[in-house]
């Protein structure tokens, strides 16, 4: 059975992030209660140093790794984005040398974030999975060391939002969490165990990138052969065997939205909160909005896990009209 972190892991995870940064806030928006029918807490892990919530992990899984096999070690990754800043941004900061994968036509933002936090980039393959390919075969022909995107230690340091929020909201009723390789939805789940919560936990996928969704229906890892969305951060078709051990046995249940829900969240933050979410920060707010009247009433938490999206994208998202648009903002 795969192992969560402890109570005890996570705070002392979270005494090292604070040496970079005093963790985030969660704020109740008003406008976004209205929109939801419940009493709606946004976590903003788009607010960290890199725009989304990976940082925390990274900084945890580079200062083992420079602690036990010096600064001089150099590591490579495969990342659509976020893993990859949080990655270069650890290493950066701690002395060391990465090497980062993306595949084919990723962001060029995050591309150039990634080159300013110090990554050497290599642009590969047709989706992450191909990229995630590469990026191994490059670390056994340069002795590099493979940085998973998926592990205990990134784990337990993404749990620190999670220890966070529960803290600030110890009642909230149920979480929305998005799902890409799963370390976010299952540092949820070991600081809502940790604190021995009854929050019921919710994990959202797109419907383009379903894995989960269905390794989650049939009781076992299930893959698929596309990951077709426009929220990059969930765009994954192989699940972890441990993650998916830690979802089935943490999640309540797992929701699919539609990239057409997602665009709609988007906007509705921007709208509501005017903060800026990534295609995966958004789709917890999509989910919830297709769940307002099983909701309604509740104290719910929504996790906003990144605001890096491409100004052309996000500008193309916002321009597109919402029914009832002209209503909203009466004289």
């Not at 036990?68 to 990655?87: D, P, W």
């Not at 990138?209 to 929220?231: C, H, I, Q």
Request: aromatic share 6%; hydrophobic share 45%; charged share 20%.
């Amino acid at each position: 059975m795969a192992r969560t972190p402890t109570r005890a892991q996570i705070e002392s995870a979270q005494e090292l992030v604070a040496t970079l940064f005093p963790g985030t806030a969660q704020y109740m928006w008003p406008l976004l209660a209205e929109r939801t029918g419940c009493e709606t807490w946004v976590k903003h892990e788009n607010h960290t140093p890199t725009g989304a919530f990976k940082v925390r992990g990274g900084l945890v899984y580079i200062e083992d790794h420079v602690r036990r096999l010096g600064a001089e070690a150099g590591v490579i990754t495969a990342t659509r984005g976020n893993h990859g800043q949080s990655i270069a941004t650890a290493c950066r900061r701690l002395g060391a040398r990465v090497t980062v994968v993306v595949p084919e036509g990723n962001s060029r933002e995050k591309n150039a974030a990634m080159r300013a936090q110090g990554a050497d980039l290599i642009v590969h393959g047709h989706d992450f999975q191909a990229a995630a390919d590469h990026a191994r075969e490059r670390a056994a022909a340069d002795k590099l060391l493979m940085l998973p995107s998926f592990h205990e230690l990134l784990v337990r340091g993404v749990a620190t939002y999670a220890m966070e929020f529960f803290r600030g909201c110890p009642d909230l009723d149920t979480v929305y969490v998005p799902i890409g390789l799963g370390s976010g939805i299952c540092g949820v789940i070991a600081a809502r165990d940790a604190l021995g919560l009854g929050t019921e936990v919710v994990g959202v996928v797109a419907e383009g990138a379903p894995m989960y969704k269905l390794s989650f229906e049939a009781g076992r890892p299930v893959a698929t052969n596309s990951a077709d969305t426009m929220a990059d951060g969930v765009a994954c078709r192989v699940p972890v065997d441990e993650a998916f051990e830690i979802i089935r046995a943490g999640a309540s249940r797992i929701l699919s939205v539609s990239d057409a829900a997602i665009r709609a969240a988007i906007r509705a933050y921007y709208h509501d909160t005017h903060n800026i979410a990534e295609g995966a920060g958004a789709a917890p707010l999509a989910a919830l909005m297709a769940e307002r009247e099983a909701m309604r009433g509740r104290k719910v938490g929504l996790v906003l896990t990144g605001g890096n999206i491409d100004r052309t994208l996000f500008l193309d998202v916002l321009g597109e009209a919402d029914a009832g648009d002209e209503k909203d903002f009466p004289a």
